[in-house]
């Protein structure tokens, strides 16, 4: 499979390389272009641009699409299907059917925090329990499409668990790539769908890194977020398509969105953008907000100093899920966050611990790491008052509580042991 560095990637013009693709295999999708110099070169594996070495994103003829087409389609992200690079008969390849998650009022929440309107976006409950699950689906349609052998990823831990799955439910052979510390459920929640788990030793831009170099040596492997990265981020904006239909089809005031890479953040705002273009939504300001951990933020310090360039770090923090340390969407990440009327904040460990249990205590959601980080940013930018508290508000939680335990372990347990008597309850002080 060529690799997304290959300076010969072909112009819609061009003779393209045979990749064997199918008419419609990528849907109304029309060729990939540069984000920085709009060059556009045919659809297949690649994301970065031969002329400027830019990222390169899907761009399409979109047909005119109804609400009433949009909600007659399956309770999964497949109901957008016109809107993303995937054929018309997606439902028929096997995969693990990600999306259409719960959007939940957090009255609760919204009360002890003092807003107006609150919502949770809950992607814990995708298939594998994390957003991963939307983004892995497009992935593994465009390796099926471009027929890869291999299908693979670099990861923090979700997108390991995601790809794991899908390439089991697609009987492709599988290989994830993880930071030899990362959480062990998280380990165990991609070895029970692969025998091809490998740990790294290093972060995940060492991961990353060996990743890209193994992508252009083996010829069959498609990497998810690497030589097929803007088939995959297209997943990430099924989440903004559903915040509007499961509000009446009508934007937010504000969201408050988790950055790793960036990618779902400048996916969302697509996905908005969209959805105005095709006449689904009203045209309205809404303002955007991104989240990170103290110990791997380079986007927030990047926005809080002014600067347009994000400088990597060396990523310290219990927030592995958003621990890249040299994030490819930051730039991007700060022009939305600025360009809205936005933010981009980050808070301590303790303060994301201190954010898991404030979820799970007033609205019953129990939240990983990254949305520990992004309930946190949410109490932090009321406090300080960069967010409208009067406006709707929803935050977006990506993943499951049950894959990072040892994050809250030592910060819950019994209130008290007692015997098994009446007496020794009411002398508990529990009550």
Not at 39 to 49: E, F, I, R, S
Not at 253 to 267: E, F, Y
Not at 308 to 323: G, H, N
Not at 379 to 387: A, M, R
Request: aromatic share 6%; with cysteine; glycine share 8%.
């Amino acid at each position: 499979m060529s690799t997304a560095t290959d300076t010969s990637a072909p112009t819609p013009g061009d003779t393209a390389p045979d990749h064997g693709l199918r008419e419609g295999a990528f849907g109304n999708a029309t060729a990939l272009a540069c984000r920085e110099c709009g060059h556009q070169v045919a659809l297949g594996p690649y994301y970065a641009c031969p002329e400027c070495f830019g990222p390169l994103e899907v761009h399409y003829a979109f047909p005119a699409v109804t609400r009433e087409e949009i909600a007659a389609g399956p309770r999964n992200i497949w109901r957008y299907k016109a809107l993303l690079p995937v054929p018309d008969d997606i439902e028929q390849s096997p995969n693990t059917e990600p999306g259409f998650t719960r959007l939940l009022r957090a009255d609760n929440l919204a009360a002890q925090l003092g807003l107006t309107r609150l919502w949770v976006k809950d992607d814990s409950t995708n298939p594998t329990n994390s957003f991963k699950d939307r983004v892995v689906a497009c992935a593994l349609s465009a390796a099926i499409e471009l027929k890869a052998q291999v299908f693979a990823c670099p990861s923090t831990g979700n997108l390991a668990n995601a790809v794991a799955a899908a390439g089991a439910r697609a009987g492709i052979k599988t290989v994830v790539f993880i930071p030899a510390d990362l959480e062990k459920p998280k380990q165990v929640n991609s070895a029970v769908y692969t025998d091809r788990l490998v740990a790294v030793n290093g972060n995940y831009d060492d991961v990353n890194r060996l990743a890209s170099e193994i992508a252009g040596e083996e010829e069959g492997w498609a990497f998810v977020n690497v030589n097929v990265r803007p088939f995959y981020a297209e997943g990430s904006k099924t989440l903004g398509y559903e915040i509007a239909e499961q509000l009446g089809w009508r934007l937010p005031d504000q969201v408050v969105i988790p950055v790793a890479s960036g990618s779902q953040l400048t996916k969302v705002d697509k996905a908005f953008k969209e959805l105005v273009q095709l006449g689904l939504v009203e045209d309205k300001p809404y303002k955007i907000f991104g989240a990170q951990a103290t110990g791997c933020s380079p986007v927030s310090a990047a926005y809080k100093q002014g600067h347009d360039v994000v400088r990597p770090v060396k990523p310290d923090t219990i927030a592995k899920s958003l621990a890249i340390g040299n994030p490819a969407d930051g730039p991007y990440v700060l022009d939305i966050c600025r360009a809205s009327g936005g933010a981009v904040e980050d808070v301590s460990d303790d303060e994301v611990r201190e954010g898991i249990l404030l979820l799970a205590r007033t609205e019953g959601i129990f939240t990983e790491t990254a949305g520990g980080t992004t309930t946190a940013v949410l109490k932090k930018l009321v406090e300080t008052g960069q967010l409208d508290t009067s406006l709707e508000t929803v935050i977006i939680n990506t993943g499951m509580g049950l894959k990072t335990l040892d994050a809250i372990s030592d910060r819950v347990g019994p209130a008290a042991t007692i015997d098994p008597s009446y007496a020794a309850f009411t002398g508990s002080g529990v009550l």
